[in-house]
T-cell receptor, first 115, second 118 residues
Framework: DQQVKQNSPSLSVQEGRISILNCDYTNSMFDYFLWYKKYPAEGPTFLISISSIKDKNEDGRFTVFLNKSAKHLSLHIVPSQPGDSAVYFCAASRGGGTSYGKLTFGQGTILTVHP | GAVVSQHPSRVICKSGTSVKIECRSLDFQATTMFWYRQFPKQSLMLMATSNEGSKATYEQGVEKDKFLINHASLTLSTLTVTSAHPEDSSFYIC??????????????FGSGTRLTVV
């Protein structure tokens, strides 16, 4: 049962344009969501996160939007740069108790930004 | 801050032998660390939760006798793959939660260990 889904295996955008990466989840107990960037044979690098009490969080070129009713979140990268090319993972956490800190990851989306 | 170091980065071992992977929090104390595994072109899957001073808790389907976890201090957790087989070949990654947690914290990950069992 894939509780976090990234339905687009890959995305290709032109440098300077907006990249939009999507993520859906099924578990309504998730209350904290994160986006990671990852290169092959390296650990994930944290980009941005959002709590379920918010619908938007912005950090520089990265903005994450959360639609709780649709169980959907998206990562916007504006403007996209060639250095953004990597695999992007969406992750979700259930917050407190014994689940604290445990992350459920999506399958990842390969982003390619063309010069 | 919030740096997690993982060692070794790559290891090749013979089938039947054991391999130990270390995960260290360099600039913070972590009562809880997590071990994940990633097979090629797949997602990261949580294997187990490492708790300082107590037994690790394992996710469903993960053999605790095969993947031994020790969290002896607030800065070190080790994962030992015992009697390794080729199907254990994977990318193993740890993450750590600091004792003092900030909001909007991103759960820092180590750089990962590529295990190849031949």
């Amino acid at each position: 049962d894939q509780q976090v889904k990234q339905n687009s295996p890959s995305l290709s955008v032109q440098e300077g344009r907006i990249s939009i990466l999507n993520c859906d989840y099924t578990n309504s107990m998730f209350d904290y969501f994160l986006w990671y960037k990852k290169y092959p044979a390296e650990g994930p690098t944290f980009l941005i996160s959002i709590s379920s009490i918010k619908d938007k969080n912005e950090d520089g070129r990265f903005t994450v939007f959360l639609n709780k009713s649709a169980k959907h979140l998206s990562l916007h990268i504006v403007p996209s740069q060639p250095g953004d090319s990597a695999v992007y993972f969406c992750a979700a956490s259930r917050g407190g108790g014994t689940s604290y800190g445990k992350l459920t990851f999506g399958q990842g989306t390969i982003l390619t930004v063309h010069p | 801050g919030a740096v997690v170091s993982q060692h070794p980065s790559r290891v090749i071992c013979k089938s039947g032998t054991s391999v130990k992977i270390e995960c260290r929090s360099l600039d913070f104390q972590a009562t809880t660390m997590f071990w994940y595994r990633q097979f090629p072109k797949q997602s990261l899957m949580l294997m187990a939760t490492s708790n300082e001073g107590s037994k690790a808790t394992y996710e469903q389907g993960v053999e605790k006798d095969k993947f031994l976890i020790n969290h002896a201090s607030l800065t070190l957790s080790t994962l030992t793959v015992t009697s390794a087989h080729p199907e254990d070949s994977s990318f193993y990654i740890c993450s750590a939660i600091p004792v003092l947690v900030r909001t909007n914290y991103g759960y820092t990950f180590g750089s990962g260990t590529r295990l190849t069992v031949v």
